[in-house]
């Protein structure tokens, strides 16, 4: 199992990076904001040789395609690096179904966008059981829930799987090695930095999974007057953009799955499903949601 963390403004431009095989910095949010620290956090993913990923968090009400197209400007795409939608609209008023239409023509329109890069959705457990219905995340299912490493409970394909987010947010990657990775983010093979985990090796965690999730850290800046909100024993990965350009004090976003027991749904639909990646692990979660 492979190791990897997330982060934007609220890490380090020089986070550590030993023991790591991928990063996910965030780069934008709605219209305007833009991480000031990206660049420099990006050098830092370089440097160490980590698969790479830039992810966008989004206005639901706004214009998916403006919206990619304002991520889209920000990026220098080198082969190899993943872009991602942090699919989350806690506070925002809009409808589920607004947010599953943005989400589709977002994929859509980065997909002919940035041809040859890998497109994945991030997803907190709770709307992916209870508001997705046709399963469509691009190429792989970046999935929230707070539980054993590697374990998600859900029934899709997940590839890549946020499951703590203390002391800073920690995923795990569904690939047997290194270079499976790679190949599937169509980058090109380098050796191993210094600490990183040779291929297939588990890098070690440094903590378990906490039962629960801990309350967001960034300040949600959207009034939470909307019908979307984090399930019981969630976390969202919340809003920064109080002012254009400037986040409120915090740690990184953060999302939780459902509660523990929570009883499994399945997503309907007939839509595009994002598929397994070669070169996976088998999902083998005990307790599968959808």
């Known amino acids: 199992m492979l190791h990897g963390i997330d982060i934007s403004s609220y890490q380090s431009s020089g986070y550590p990076t030993s023991g790591l095989s991928f990063v996910f910095i965030k780069v934008t949010e709605g219209m305007s904001y833009v991480n000031p620290k990206w660049k420099a956090q990006r050098t830092t993913a370089r440097d160490a040789h980590l698969v790479t990923g830039f992810y966008h968090y989004p206005h639901i009400a706004n214009s998916p ?15 190899g690096e993943v872009v991602c939608l942090d699919w989350e609209w806690y506070g925002q008023k809009v409808s589920d179904a607004k947010a599953r239409s943005y989400k589709d023509a977002w994929i859509a329109h980065v997909r002919s966008e940035a041809p040859g890069h890998r497109v994945v959705v991030y997803c907190d457990r709770s709307n992916w ?6 399963s469509n995340c691009g190429d792989g299912l970046w999935i929230a829930d707070y539980t054993t490493p590697g374990k ?17 947010d920690k995923n795990v990657a569904n690939f047997a090695s290194v270079d499976a990775l790679r190949a ?3 980058a090109p093979h380098t050796a191993s930095a210094p600490g ?4 297939g090796a588990d890098a070690p965690t440094g903590a378990t999974a906490p039962a629960g999730s801990n309350p967001p850290t960034e300040v949600n800046t959207v009034p939470p007057t909307g019908p979307a909100a984090p399930a019981p024993g969630t976390a969202p990965r919340t809003s920064s953009e109080a002012v254009p350009g400037q986040q409120s004090a915090g740690a990184h976003d953060a999302a939780a799955g459902a509660v523990s027991g929570a009883p499994s749904q399945a997503t309907g639909g007939a839509g595009p499903k994002c598929p397994p990646a070669s070169g996976t692990t088998p999902d083998e979660s005990p307790n599968p949601g959808s």
């Open 65 to 79: 395609t403006a919206e990619a197209d304002h991520f889209l400007a920000q990026l220098d795409l080198a082969a």
């Open 129 to 134: 059981v209870t508001v997705d219905t046709d």
């Open 152 to 168: 998600p409970r859900i029934k899709h394909h997940w590839t890549f799987h946020q499951y703590a987010d203390s002391p800073q």
């Open 184 to 186: 599937w983010a169509h």
């Open 196 to 199: 990183a985990p040779s291929d």
